[in-house]
């Protein structure tokens, strides 16, 4: 038998990937990491990202301002790391000299990459269309890092509430994408 569940509760289900780490890099300030799993795909080539980021939060208006982020991947092992990035403020705390990351140069943007972070994306801008009423940036990907050490590395997935699931296994079925 099927029961109700609560409205404010559908976010948990419907959660569209990885927990991620956005960098930004403000010129009068430290480069940033914000926490977010508010993200998604939207085309393929170029990687099209939709992310929404809180007008509240202090990435926002380096976003807003430098119109480019990286978009770095941490595995299981950095998910306490991640978590608690996520729970303070880049208004006063450096979070790369706090939790001990390596802030690594990309090649299109300024914000830094993530040297223990798997998958560093680095992203431009390119529609703002949606940020007034939705905070949503869409973003383009325009360089990519992988770190092939990892390769194999499991991504957590924000389930609500300080709950978390972790990549299980991976089965591979047909398909016609390549």
Request: charged content about 20%; hydrophobic content about 45%.
């Amino acid at each position: 038998m099927l029961k109700n569940l609560p409205l404010e509760k559908v976010y948990q289900f419907i959660e569209p990937g990885p927990v991620v780490l956005l960098t930004t890099a403000a010129p009068e300030a430290p480069p940033d990491i914000m926490t977010m799993s508010w993200h998604m795909m939207m085309d393929f080539e170029p990687p099209l990202i939709a992310c929404v980021v809180s007008g509240g939060n202090h990435s926002f208006a380096a976003l807003t301002k430098t119109k480019e982020c990286v978009i770095a991947i941490p595995d299981i092992d950095l998910a306490e790391v991640t978590t608690a990035i996520g729970n303070c403020t880049g208004r006063t705390v450096d979070k790369f000299d706090k939790f001990h990351l390596t802030a690594a140069a990309g090649n299109e943007v300024a914000a830094p990459l993530i040297a223990e972070c798997f998958v560093n994306l680095e992203c431009r801008v390119v529609d703002t269309r949606f940020v007034k009423k939705y905070n949503m940036f869409v973003l383009e990907c325009v360089a990519a890092w992988i770190n092939p050490a990892k390769a194999k590395a499991k991504t957590i997935h924000h389930r609500g509430y300080g709950e978390f699931s972790v990549d299980g296994e991976i089965i591979k079925l047909k398909s016609k994408m390549r």
